[in-house]
Nanobody, 130 residues
Framework: QVQLVESGGGSVQAGGSLRLSCEFS????????MGWFRQAPGKEREGVAA???????SYADSVKGRFTISRDNAKNTLYLEMTSLKPEDTAIYYC????????????????????????WGKGTLVTVSS
C-alpha cells in the first residue's frame, strides 16, 4: 500500500521560511519521480517542484530561486525547503509520486499541473500572512 504523509505546514509571515517533509512507504520509490504540488481555493492545481530518480530537479517559475526540493531515499523522505515566502504561496501542499519509470523532472512537474501523478498524500496547509 503506497502511503505518503506530509508534515511541516503552518502559519508564517511573509519573508519567512518553512520546511515541508513527506514520508513515503509501501513501495520502492528510488527509481521514481516525485514532487510537490499545491492547491488554493479558486485556483488551479499547480505543480511546484519535481525531482527525478537521478536527482535532477525542476521548478515552477513562480517558486524558482525560493524553493528547493530534495529526497533522501535512505530515510524514505521527500523535502521541500521554502524561503522568502509570499502570501500567494498560501495553499495546501501535497507530495506525490508517479509509477512511470524514467520520468524526468520537467515531465513530472508538468504532469502535476495536468492530470496529476498516480498517488499523493492528504496534504499540509501553508498559510503566509502579510
Amino acid at each position: 500500500q503506497v502511503q505518503l504523509v506530509e508534515s511541516g505546514g503552518g502559519s508564517v509571515q511573509a519573508g519567512g521560511s518553512l520546511r515541508l517533509s513527506c514520508e513515503f512507504s509501501g513501495y520502492t520509490y528510488s527509481s521514481l519521480c516525485m514532487g510537490w504540488f499545491r492547491q488554493a481555493p479558486g485556483k488551479e492545481r499547480e505543480g511546484v517542484a519535481a525531482i527525478a530518480s537521478d536527482g535532477d530537479t525542476s521548478y515552477a517559475d513562480s517558486v524558482k530561486g525560493r524553493f528547493t526540493i530534495s529526497r533522501d531515499n535512505a530515510k524514505n523522505t521527500l523535502y521541500l525547503e521554502m524561503t522568502s515566502l509570499k502570501p500567494e504561496d498560501t495553499a495546501i501542499y501535497y507530495c506525490a509520486v508517479d509509477l512511470a519509470l524514467g520520468m524526468t523532472a520537467i515531465e513530472g512537474l508538468n504532469l502535476m499541473s495536468s492530470r496529476g501523478m498516480d498517488y499523493w498524500g492528504k496534504g499540509t496547509l501553508v498559510t503566509v500572512s502579510s
